[in-house]
């Protein structure tokens, strides 16, 4: 377990973060351990408030998504305005 959760907070928090030196992060232990497996985190299951968790989760989630879509959004922008450069081209 302790592996899981330390691949995810240099994943959250940079390869270089010392993460035993940090407070314990509950939104990675839920997404290290897939969420709340049994009702409890595996982990420091006494130390997390499953709430702000839950929250924070659900708010990088969502941060997630929105910059994904932007990114789909520009890529579809950017492949029609090739297409049309090359169709104009070719005329």
Same mark, same amino acid.
């Given at each position: 377990?302790?592996?899981?959760? !330390?691949?995810?907070?240099? #994943? #959250? $928090? ?8 940090? &407070? +314990? *992060?509950?939104?990675? /232990? ?5 969420? !709340? &497996? $049994?009702? @409890?985190?595996? +982990?420091? *299951?006494?130390? +997390? @408030?499953?709430?702000?968790?839950? %929250? ?9 998504? /929105? /910059?994904?879509?932007?990114?789909? =959004?520009?890529? =579809?922008?950017?492949?029609? @305005? +090739?297409? !049309?450069?090359?169709?104009? #081209?070719? %005329?």
């Amino acid at each position: 377990m302790q592996a899981l959760y !330390k691949d995810a907070f240099q #994943k #959250k $928090h940079g390869s270089d973060s010392e993460w035993m030196k940090q &407070p +314990i *992060d509950g939104s990675v /232990i839920y997404q290290a351990c897939g969420g !709340k &497996p $049994h009702g @409890r985190f595996p +982990i420091c *299951d006494g130390l +997390i @408030r499953t709430p702000s968790v839950v %929250s924070n989760v659900r708010a990088e989630s969502y941060s997630v998504e /929105i /910059i994904q879509q932007t990114q789909d =959004r520009f890529e =579809r922008e950017i492949n029609e @305005r +090739i297409n !049309k450069t090359v169709e104009d #081209k070719l %005329s």
